[in-house]
């Protein structure tokens, strides 16, 4: 029987997070049942439920960072610096630490070809996409020192950035170099920025 841990703070999360992803790695997302994380984890379905509302959260966790890195890329921006110079900067400092969301690390192949391979997945990749942009337009909307159209530039950042992300995860999965496509992306990066510009004039 799994136990149930009362602590349930970030370590929990965490270990929950790192054993179902192991899981649906080497068994695919679909064949691997919440009870079956929990019970690895050594933990209840409640807890794992209250961790991760949805079974999809336990593999697709970046997404509150994601949520905090935009956020702090247009409120914490220094002052007089335009928003897509902070995004780009944010964009640029993924690439460079070869971070999960910048989709150019190699050890990140696995995980891509397992989100690929599920439709539910993907799905839920979607919605995410679609949250991260509702809260780029709020926090753009909220800003004073940006005056363009919040909707379009942070529908158009969304969906580019996601673009990019898109064609790395299937570079990866194509077997190529990480080297090549750090390359590709941040020509693909600077593509996005001068399009995004364009349109916000």
């Not at 900067?89 to 050890?107: K, R, T, V």
């Not at 999965?173 to 004039?201: P, V």
Request: charged letters at 25%; aromatic letters at 6%; proline letters at 3%.
């Amino acid at each position: 029987m799994p136990r149930t841990d009362a602590r349930g703070g970030p370590q929990t999360r965490a270990r929950i997070s790192q054993i179902a992803t192991q899981l649906f790695l080497d068994q695919g997302f679909d064949a691997v049942t919440v009870a079956e994380v929990a019970r690895a984890a050594g933990v209840s379905t409640v807890t794992v439920f209250k961790h991760f509302p949805r079974k999809e959260d336990l593999l697709l966790d970046r997404a509150e960072d994601a949520t905090q890195m935009l956020r702090s890329a247009v409120r914490d921006r220094p002052a007089g610096t335009d928003v897509l110079d902070s995004l780009e900067a944010l964009m640029l400092q993924l690439a460079g630490d070869h971070h999960g969301l910048s989709g150019i690390a190699a050890e990140s192949t696995p995980f891509f070809r397992t989100v690929a391979g599920s439709t539910p997945l993907i799905a839920r990749a979607r919605e995410l996409a679609a949250d991260l942009q509702h809260l780029l337009t709020d926090e753009l909307e909220r800003d004073p020192g940006f005056d363009g159209d919040s909707t379009l530039l942070a529908a158009f950042f969304v969906s580019g950035y996601t673009t990019v992300l898109t064609d790395n995860a299937r570079r990866l999965i194509a077997g190529e170099t990480s080297t090549e496509i750090a390359l590709h992306h941040r020509q693909r990066l600077e593509q996005l920025f001068r399009a995004l510009r364009n349109a916000n004039r």
